[in-house]
């Protein structure tokens, strides 16, 4: 069973625009949370990340939204640039460990000039 | 530094043959990750280290898969005997004191 969904394969925005990415998570334990973004024949990079003590945060055009209650994260790009067209993948982790992030599948972001 | 490097880049062989793929994480990183990707799937742990010591295996598939980590520098995973549906993307990770993950850019697996 999937503990970090990210239902939406792909996504598709207008270059200025806002960009929404989404993520679920069923596990409660979980209190750190990360944005990576992979380009093709990369490996993921680090973007942003958010604890669970934050419902917020922001770093230049990107950032993040926790809502503990509903179990959901959004990264929000604004504005959405060309550049920014890859693949978002949504992690947590739990008890400060250093070790499993649990991953979600991605989602495929294209930003079209 | 350099980063995560991974080799080979690409690695296509045959079923049944074997299959070694190579890591060098980033110095004074204490815990390295084995990760697969496919679109099945997405990013799956298969293992990881701390300190050269593994941790918990218990993504790995099956059997034919193993992995080493004989010095903080160096760490494999072999597959043995390989087959099609081991073809994906592999990723070599490393991480020092906070949960960031820095990731190689993967080796492109494909089994014939």
């Known amino acids: 069973d999937q503990q970090v969904k990210q239902n939406s394969p792909s996504l598709s925005v207008q270059e200025g625009r806002i960009s929404i990415l989404n993520c679920d998570y069923t596990n409660s334990m979980f209190d750190y949370f990360l944005w990576y973004k992979k380009y093709p024949a990369e490996g993921p990079t680090f973007l942003i990340s958010?604890?669970?003590?934050?419902d917020k945060n922001e770093d230049g055009r990107f950032t993040v939204f926790l809502n503990k209650s509903a179990k959901h994260l959004s990264l929000h790009i604004v504005p959405s640039q060309p550049g920014d067209s890859a693949v978002y993948f949504c992690?947590?982790?739990?008890?400060?460990?250093?070790?499993?992030?649990?991953f979600g599948k991605g989602t495929k972001l294209s930003v079209k000039p | 530094d350099a980063g995560v490097i991974q080799s080979p880049r690409h690695e296509v062989t045959e079923m049944g043959q074997e299959v070694t793929l190579r890591c060098k994480p980033i110095s004074g990183h204490d815990y390295l990750f084995w990760y697969r990707q496919t679109m099945m799937r997405g990013l799956e742990l298969l293992i990881y280290f701390n300190n050269n010591v593994p941790i918990d295996d218990s993504g790995m598939p099956e059997d034919r898969f193993s992995a080493k980590m004989p010095n903080a520098s160096f760490s494999t995973l072999k597959i043995q005997p390989s087959e099609p549906r081991d073809s994906a993307v592999y990723f070599c990770a490393s991480q020092g004191n906070d949960e960031k993950l820095f990731f190689g850019s993967g080796t492109q697996l494909s089994v014939l």
């Open positions: 958010i604890s669970s003590i934050k």
């Open positions: 992690a947590a982790n739990y008890g400060g460990s250093q070790g499993n992030l649990i």
